[in-house]
T-cell receptor
Framework: DAKTTQPTSMDCAEGRAANLPCNHS???????VYWYRQIHSQGPQYIIH???NNETNEMASLIITEDRKSSTLILPHATLRDTAVYYC????????????FGKGTRLSVIA | GAVVSQHPSRVICKSGTSVKIECRSL??????MFWYRQFPKQSLMLMAT?????????EQGVEKDKFLINHASLTLSTLTVTSAHPEDSSFYIC??????????FGPGTRLTVL
């Protein structure tokens, strides 16, 4: 699987949008971009994924650049409960493929 | 989304004993499940891939005789840590994929070996 690069940590004010970047310059044509988050002492939670088009769901928006070498996860109105480690992962559809986790970005939402 | 459960959520055992951790997909069938472990302040590390009805595939450096995996049905995989030692203390997490190719994770099991 392609590797990803994320900032180690970020802060965001409560109520503001949190924009988490991810670089994946070696992504292959059949690999998707997945985002998960892990709140302390819990299992990872699926957030969103995309191939090349921007995606939006009830949790977040995913913006993928046209060349697919980077993406940004947007939490439109961050709350204190969004404080977590966010992982950007590139992978083929993980039906039988394990997800390989990097170090992620530790997002701290501040009141 | 689909739900994956783990049992127990927390276990403390004496050194030398064996501990079994269960991973269940509650509302879908999963032919493949994955086992990860996570040490404090580190990321998740893949241990093995569990396939229903066949032997598990272990990652390099993971001892298959120490971490026994059984995937006897489409909704249950078990990880047994045999002869546990303090260095096996960790957060063990399983995951499973549904028919839409989304992977869901269990809540994790914290193992402490005294």
């Amino acid at each position: 699987d392609a590797k990803t690069t994320q900032p180690t940590s970020m802060d965001c004010a409560e109520g503001r949008a949190a924009n988490l970047p991810c670089n994946h310059s070696t992504i292959s044509g059949n690999e998707y971009v997945y985002w998960y988050r892990q709140i302390h002492s819990q299992g990872p939670q699926y957030i969103i994924h995309g191939l090349k088009n921007n995606e939006t769901n009830e949790m977040a928006s995913l913006i993928i650049t046209e060349d697919r070498k980077s993406s940004t996860l947007i939490l439109p109105h961050a709350t204190l409960r969004d404080t977590a480690v966010y992982y950007c992962i590139v992978s083929r559809p993980p039906g039988n493929t394990p997800l390989v986790f990097g170090k992620g970005t530790r997002l701290s939402v501040i009141a | 989304g689909a739900v994956v459960s783990q049992h127990p959520s927390r276990v403390i055992c004496k050194s030398g004993t064996s501990v079994k951790i269960e991973c269940r997909s509650l509302d879908f069938q999963a032919t493949t499940m994955f086992w990860y472990r996570q040490f404090p302040k580190q990321s998740l590390m893949l241990m093995a891939t569990s396939n229903e009805g066949s032997k598990a595939t272990y990652e390099q450096g993971v001892e298959k005789d120490k971490f026994l995996i059984n995937h006897a049905s489409l909704t249950l995989s078990t990880l047994t840590v045999t002869s546990a030692h303090p260095e096996d203390s960790s957060f063990y997490i399983c995951s499973a994929s549904d028919s839409y190719n989304e992977q869901f994770f269990g809540p994790g099991t914290r193992l402490t070996v005294l």
